[in-house]
């Protein structure tokens, strides 16, 4: 598991003045319900009891996650993980999955199942199935440019258990993580590779293959010039499909509406120095399309910005800032008014969404700032409305610690959840509950303990999950 290396901090003053003596005691009894009070406050947290007691839904391991979630079509859910037991020369690794079927009485989790080797990335496919996309990595290398060649899988399976057989759609050499766009029984599955021209000239190309009419077509070239560095793809359920890319410092898009090809790259953002960029794309039932990146200039600043292809509109929006400065990593959703994005800006979760135009609204703190406090996710849910969640960091917990969750509907927010217990949680996602209408959240955790203290051979990890109550 990739460590955060947030600390936990916790900061405040207080102050008082006593009138006299004989008040002594009184003024020190409210300085303690206040402290009380305040600690109560920073906390963040209110009944527990608003979530489902933890579903333990994986094995234990000494790492596990990260955590991939998709909802099928049918409303079950999947979730699937990479995991590794030992480290060094003992190291064993693999890929778990589970799903919660949308019949199942109470609700929960099924058993655990193998998963594709190399999963990156799980998906709906058709009414009652699910399709998942792996990267096998291979000691052999391309003859052309000498990096390592990597097997692209992918594998369908019913939603309510484990994948089949892989098939290998490409043997290619990989340099970022493949992405999987899925709507109905139409899939598209995008990544850069590296190629070298007639002159000896090193590209990074984004490359694609796609699923229509039952049978897997052949790779072809999205962008075939420059050095292509970050991929992101989508696709809605009337069959638009949406790929976006970084290349040399711009953010580039093409969409593909249903029945027609690829429309030509199109220009989002351009980088002003150094930028490192991570990149988020949408499209929703009535055919908008949604862009929205981090651009982290180097030792300048982190901003989060968007933009939008109406329906029947032929040019993006104009780039809206979202952050000028201080953004995290950040998930998008859709909303039946438009999109939602949470992040954590300065130690709080935010969330920002669009009510019907195309403009986000100014940001929503969903909790006070808290120091360490990252790994934000937004789901909507029919009944939950919009919920985020975080993890906060505890101490003694090796920068992990307790998730949590606000829920924002009509208008205003929930109070503050805890979604687990304090046991170490390292990262938490969303999903929506097909039947309840509530969100579901599945964490990492070590509920046995973590830190230095304890020995490699006797740390547990395991995924869990639960469900909140209305």
Same mark, same amino acid.
């Given at each position: =598991?990739?460590r955060?290396?947030?600390?936990?901090?916790y900061?405040?003053?207080g102050?008082?003045?006593?009138?006299s003596?004989?008040?002594?005691?009184?003024? =020190?009894?409210?300085?303690?319900?206040?402290?009380?009070?305040?600690?109560?406050?920073?906390s963040?947290?209110?009944s527990?009891a608003?979530?489902?007691?933890?579903q333990?839904?994986?094995?234990?391991?000494t790492?596990?996650?990260?955590?991939?979630?998709?909802t099928?079509?049918?409303?079950?859910?999947?979730?699937?993980?990479?995991?590794?037991?030992?480290?060094?020369?003992d190291?064993?690794?693999?890929?778990?999955?589970?799903?919660?079927?949308?019949?199942?009485t109470?609700?929960?989790? #099924?058993?655990?199942?193998?998963?594709?080797d190399?999963?990156?990335?799980?998906?709906?496919?058709?009414?009652?199935?699910?399709?998942?996309?792996?990267?096998?990595?291979?000691?052999?290398?391309?003859?052309?440019? #000498?990096?390592?060649?990597?097997?692209?899988n992918v594998?369908f399976g019913?939603a309510g258990?484990?994948?089949?057989?892989?098939?290998?759609l490409a043997?290619?050499?990989?340099v970022?993580?493949?992405?999987l766009?899925?709507?109905?029984?139409?899939?598209?599955?995008?990544?850069?590779?590296?190629t070298?021209?007639s002159?000896?000239a090193?590209?990074?190309v984004?490359?694609?293959?796609?699923?229509?009419?039952?049978?897997?077509?052949?790779?072809y070239?999205l962008?075939?010039?420059g050095?292509?560095?970050v991929?992101?793809?989508?696709?809605?359920?009337?069959?638009?499909?949406?790929?976006?890319?970084?290349r040399?410092?711009?953010?580039?898009?093409?969409?593909?509406?249903?029945?027609?090809?690829?429309?030509?790259?199109r220009?989002?953002?351009?980088a002003?120095g150094?930028?490192?960029?991570?990149?988020?794309?949408?499209?929703n039932a009535?055919?908008?399309?949604?862009?929205?990146?981090?651009?982290?200039?180097?030792?300048?600043?982190?901003?989060?910005?968007?933009?939008?292809?109406?329906?029947?509109r032929?040019?993006?929006?104009?780039?809206?800032?979202?952050?000028?400065?201080?953004?995290?990593?950040?998930?998008?959703?859709?909303?039946?008014?438009?999109?939602a994005?949470?992040?954590?800006?300065?130690?709080?979760?935010?969330?920002?969404?669009?009510t019907?135009?195309?403009?986000?609204?100014? #940001?929503?703190?969903?909790?006070?700032?808290?120091?360490?406090?990252?790994?934000?996710?937004?789901?909507?849910?029919?009944? #939950?409305?919009?919920?985020?969640a975080?993890?906060?960091p505890?101490?003694?917990?090796?920068?992990?610690?307790?998730?949590?969750a606000?829920?924002?509907?009509?208008?205003?927010?929930?109070?503050?959840?805890?979604?687990?217990?304090?046991?170490a949680?390292?990262?938490?996602r969303?999903v929506?509950?097909?039947?309840?209408?509530?969100?579901?959240?599945?964490?990492?955790?070590?509920?046995?303990?973590?830190?230095?203290?304890?020995?490699?051979?006797?740390i547990?990890?395991?995924?869990?999950s639960?469900?909140?109550?209305?």
């Amino acid at each position: =598991m990739r460590r955060d290396p947030h600390a936990c901090e916790y900061d405040g003053t207080g102050a008082a003045t006593f009138a006299s003596p004989g008040a002594l005691l009184l003024n =020190m009894r409210r300085l303690l319900a206040l402290t009380v009070a305040l600690l109560a406050a920073a906390s963040g947290s209110a009944s527990a009891a608003t979530w489902t007691a933890p579903q333990t839904v994986s094995a234990p391991h000494t790492f596990a996650g990260p955590l991939l979630t998709a909802t099928t079509f049918d409303g079950s859910m999947l979730a699937a993980w990479p995991w590794q037991d030992n480290i060094g020369n003992d190291a064993l690794g693999g890929e778990g999955t589970a799903s919660r079927p949308s019949s199942l009485t109470p609700a929960s989790f #099924g058993p655990e199942h193998a998963a594709p080797d190399g999963v990156t990335a799980i998906a709906s496919f058709a009414r009652t199935q699910a399709l998942a996309l792996a990267a096998q990595g291979l000691p052999s290398r391309s003859p052309a440019t #000498g990096v390592f060649l990597s097997r692209l899988n992918v594998a369908f399976g019913p939603a309510g258990g484990g994948f089949g057989a892989t098939r290998t759609l490409a043997t290619v050499p990989l340099v970022s993580t493949p992405r999987l766009a899925t709507s109905g029984s139409t899939a598209l599955v995008t990544w850069i590779e590296v190629t070298k021209t007639s002159t000896g000239a090193i590209r990074r190309v984004v490359r694609a293959i796609d699923r229509r009419g039952g049978a897997w077509g052949k790779p072809y070239t999205l962008s075939g010039r420059g050095r292509a560095d970050v991929v992101s793809a989508a696709a809605g359920t009337n069959g638009d499909q949406v790929v976006a890319f970084v290349r040399q410092g711009k953010v580039l898009v093409r969409v593909r509406r249903p029945g027609h090809g690829w429309g030509a790259i199109r220009t989002l953002a351009t980088a002003t120095g150094p930028t490192q960029w991570l990149l988020g794309t949408g499209v929703n039932a009535r055919g908008q399309v949604r862009v929205v990146w981090r651009r982290h200039e180097l030792r300048v600043r982190t901003a989060l910005e968007s933009s939008a292809l109406l329906v029947g509109r032929s040019t993006f929006t104009k780039a809206q800032t979202l952050v000028a400065d201080g953004a995290s990593s950040f998930r998008l959703a859709e909303t039946p008014e438009g999109w939602a994005v949470a992040d954590v800006e300065g130690s709080r979760p935010v969330l920002h969404r669009t009510t019907g135009g195309s403009q986000f609204a100014a #940001g929503q703190p969903a909790a006070p700032a808290q120091g360490g406090t990252r790994g934000a996710d937004v789901v909507f849910s029919p009944a #939950g409305g919009l919920t985020v969640a975080w993890v906060q960091p505890l101490a003694n917990q090796d920068s992990d610690g307790v998730a949590r969750a606000a829920s924002f509907a009509n208008g205003a927010w929930s109070a503050v959840e805890d979604v687990s217990p304090p046991e170490a949680v390292h990262e938490v996602r969303l999903v929506a509950d097909g039947r309840a209408g509530q969100p579901v959240a599945l964490w990492t955790a070590r509920p046995d303990g973590t830190g230095p203290a304890i020995p490699t051979a006797q740390i547990r990890t395991v995924v869990r999950s639960a469900l909140r109550r209305p």
